[in-house]
């Protein structure tokens, strides 16, 4: 492992960004970054500022020669939690409304 990043808290949900974590997964940097930048979804945007946090993170640490170099090793989108939100219903009744959250963790290496 020669760099890590990781998203908290981002409102998407995790299902969703799992889509656009698949595209990227086990490509070089330079080909993520392409493909992340032209992705229409929301969850592109965060895997990429993510993935360029990863890359300034490798080189303050020193731990690598040269960024094109780098692969994404690990994608991982985890679940995070709920905001909980309620709606209108018939008869006075309010149902719930869950806003999903995400945890986006990238992990670098050669």
Not at 12 to 19: D, T
Not at 49 to 74: M, P
Not at 83 to 99: H, V, W
Request: avoid cysteine; charged fraction near 30%; glycine fraction near 4%.
């Amino acid at each position: 492992m020669i760099s890590k990043a990781v998203a908290r808290y981002i409102r998407v949900s995790p299902r969703k960004a799992r889509l656009v974590a698949d595209l990227v997964r086990g490509k070089t940097v330079d080909e993520a970054m392409a493909l992340l930048k032209f992705t229409t979804k929301k969850a592109a945007q965060e895997i990429y500022k993510t993935l360029k946090s990863a890359v300034a993170n490798a080189e303050e640490n020193k731990n690598v020669r040269n960024v094109s170099n780098l692969k994404l090793l690990e994608v991982k989108v985890d679940g995070g939690p709920f905001y909980k939100r309620y709606m209108p219903r018939a008869y006075g009744r309010a149902s719930l409304i869950k806003r999903r959250t995400s945890h986006i963790t990238v992990v670098l290496g050669e």
